[in-house]
């Protein structure tokens, strides 16, 4: 006999857990079906353990420019286990927090694989709670996705690596070469160089970070050089050769050859779908892995969702976290809003920090818009000088009036100190469609990093105060 649930999940990362936890606020029955950790990509070897990492090389950064602030110190060591301690710390710490709130919220946690049959029937099996068969009335699949690989770079966790081997090193190594200078690359790089690692990243793209602004990347390949990170940008790597003793030799671009301890590829994550049955199903799958859903995240089985790294959405756990909410409120009925791609949040926590929303200047002109631009740079404020960190602009990109004011804002690019936590204010003010005129009026605290916001803002209607 099946055990019946108003909703049954099937992954408990990001999208999934949130989906449990938003519907049992909501007074749902509901179960949720994991088969390694909950928490997922994000808590366990994701953005959390990313994050924890790249504070490490933070700390270190303070502690070198601490001479500047009359300081003394001595030179820092690295001990990385004691890093790799303090992570899994951070990361035990939230999956206990959620484990205790899905319990709380009654959510039943099975330890498994789920697969999706036919009649919304879902079985679990291949984990401690044994074969189980449920039927929710609704179902959302939120399996998530894993490290994409490339031909002729087999991961063995020693030379060739992905994310899900490198947060866990207990060494790192002297030098390494990433692959792929999206997000993954970018934060990794900066991680590891700051940490004393010589790194060379090859991209195949004319640009790291796409779909950044330029602005905003010339700013960080800037700092990377400054930092001795070499970036080589439309090349394509051509293999490997291990050496014997240790290291690799890898190829690239035309003949060029690099020696280096390690390989971390970071080129792309694939939706993992191919484990959820779907068989007897109308779920459809595309050639890339994604499941198929409309703008309400529903697949094409009725009463049937789908959320998160599983869908060509941003694969971002925030996104993760608004579709797991969606499908809820839609399966709820309360007609909810769909989410608008073009507007969500972007953050990226190499040094320097970049965070954006919107249109970058190029995508805008390229949608028909006649743009105005403000660029300030962090060089004149207040906090950031007194924090030594001035490397680093903000660019509002908004409508142009035809007074040559600015009016409704389009995009907000930023790049520097603390970046990732100012960009709020510019997501709520983009996506409200607010104009030029109704943000300036805001005041922003004096010192804070976020007057440049205001400043750059401000500078859009015809007058200014310092920018
Ligand atoms: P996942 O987190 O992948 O969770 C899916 C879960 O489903 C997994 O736990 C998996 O074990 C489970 N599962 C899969 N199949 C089954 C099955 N058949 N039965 C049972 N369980 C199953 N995003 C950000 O927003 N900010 C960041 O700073 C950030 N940093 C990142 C850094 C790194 C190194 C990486 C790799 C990713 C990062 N991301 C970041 C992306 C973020 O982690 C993902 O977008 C997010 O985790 C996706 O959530 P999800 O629930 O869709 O999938
Ligand atoms: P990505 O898609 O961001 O970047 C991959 C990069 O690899 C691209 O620039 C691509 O051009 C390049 N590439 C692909 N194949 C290549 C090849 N053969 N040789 C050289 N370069 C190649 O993917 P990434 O960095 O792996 O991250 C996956 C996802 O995880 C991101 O898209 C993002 O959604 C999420 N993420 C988010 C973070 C954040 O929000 N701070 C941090 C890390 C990941």
Redesign the pocket.
């Known amino acids: 006999m099946a055990e019946n649930f108003d909703v049954v999940i ?7 857990y949130a989906a449990a936890l938003y519907g049992a606020s909501a007074g749902l029955n509901i179960a949720l ?5 909950i ?4 808590l ?4 959390i353990p ?2 924890e990492l790249l504070e490490t090389a933070s700390v270190r950064r303070a502690i070198e420019s601490a001479a500047a602030f009359g300081l003394t110190t001595s030179e820092p060591v690295l001990d990385f286990s004691v890093t790799q301690t303090r992570k899994q710390g951070v990361i035990d710490g939230l999956v206990g927090g959620l484990t205790g709130l899905l319990k709380k919220r009654k959510v039943t946690v099975y330890d ?4 999706l049959h036919a009649g919304h029937v879902v079985k679990v099996s291949g984990g401690s709670s044994g074969d189980v068969e449920l039927h929710g009335t609704n179902v959302i699949l ?4 894993v ?1 994409r690989t490339i031909p002729g770079f087999d991961v063995d966790g020693v030379t060739v690596l992905t ?1 899900d081997e490198l ?1 866990s090193l207990q060494k790192l190594p002297a030098t390494a070469v990433v692959i792929g200078g999206g ?2 690359g970018c ?1 990794f790089a900066s991680m590891m160089s700051d940490l004393g690692t010589e790194v060379t990243i090859l991209e195949a793209l004319p640009q790291i970070l796409p779909g950044c602004d330029e602005d905003i990347t010339r700013v960080v390949l800037k700092s990377f050089k400054d930092r001795n990170i070499t970036v080589r940008t439309g090349v394509s790597v051509n293999g490997h050769d291990i050496k014997f003793g240790g290291g690799t030799t890898v190829k690239f671009g035309e003949g060029e050859t690099v020696d280096v301890d390690m390989v971390v590829v970071s080129v792309g ?1 694939r939706p ?1 779908s191919e ?2 049955g779907l068989d007897g199903t109308a779920v459809a799958v595309s050639d890339r892995g994604h499941v198929v859903v409309d703008s309400h995240c529903r697949t094409g089985e009725p009463g049937v969702w789908a ?4 869908i060509a959405t941003p ?6 976290f608004a579709e797991g909410m969606l499908a809820i409120r839609d399966m709820l009925g309360e007609d909810p809003m769909s989410i608008d791609y073009s507007k969500v949040p972007w ?1 990226i ?1 190499c040094h320097p920090e970049v965070s954006f929303v919107g249109h970058t200047e190029k995508s805008a002109k390229e949608a028909g818009f006649d743009v105005i631009v403000s660029k300030h740079r962090y060089t004149g404020n207040g906090r950031a000088l007194i924090l030594g960190e001035t490397e680093g602009m903000v660019k509002i990109i908004a409508e142009k009036r035809s007074d040559g004011t600015g009016g409704r804002l389009l995009g907000v690019h930023m790049v520097g100190p603390w970046v990732t936590e100012q960009l709020g204010q510019a997501y709520l003010a983009v996506n409200w469609e607010a104009d030029v005129d109704d943000v300036a009026a805001f005041i922003q605290p004096h010192p804070t990093l976020s007057e440049l916001f205001g400043e750059s803002v401000l500078a859009l209607t015809g007058r200014s105060l310092h920018g």
Do not use: F, Q, W
């Open positions: 099937i992954g408990g990362g990001p999208g999934g079906i994991e088969k390694n950790r928490g997922g990509t994000c366990n070897v994701g953005c990313a994050k498994g694989i789920g697969t939120a399996s998530g996705s490290p994310s947060l997000a993954i934060e994550r993992l484990n959820l959320v998160g790294d599983l694969a971002l756990a925030h996104i993760g953050c926590y």
